[in-house]
C-alpha cells in the first residue's frame, strides 16, 4: 500500500510546488506593476519615464541592475538630500519594495553606436 501512495504523494507534492511558483511569479508581476505605477508618480520627472535620466537626475539603469535589493531599499528610503534625492520613508515598506521590484526589471542603458 505504501509502495503505491509514495507516486501519489509526489505528484500531488509536485502540483503543489507548481502552483507555488506560478503564483510567487504573478505576485512578482503585479509588485513590478505597481512599482512601475509608483515610479511614475513620484520619480519620472527627474529620472525620466523609464528611469534613463534627466538634466535633473541620472539614469538608474545601470547602477539598480547591479545594487543589492536591500540596497536600493535603503537609499530609496533614506534618500540622499546632498545629491537632491528626496527620502521616501513615509511609503510603506510594501510600496517601496516595490519601486525595487520595478527599477530592477529596467534594461540596462545601450552603449551607442553608430553602425
Known sequence: MRRR???IILLLILAVCTLCAQ??????AEN???GQKLFTRHCAECHGPAGQGT?????LRQFVRYAAPHTLHTFIKN???RAGMPSW??????RLWQLVAYLQSLEPDRPNSDF
Open 5 to 7: 501512495l509514495a507516486p
Open 23 to 28: 503564483s510567487r511569479s504573478e505576485r512578482d
Open 32 to 34: 513590478r506593476a505597481a
Open 55 to 59: 538634466d535633473h537626475a541620472p539614469s
Open 79 to 81: 534618500g540622499n538630500l
Open 89 to 94: 520613508s513615509r511609503l510603506p515598506d510594501q
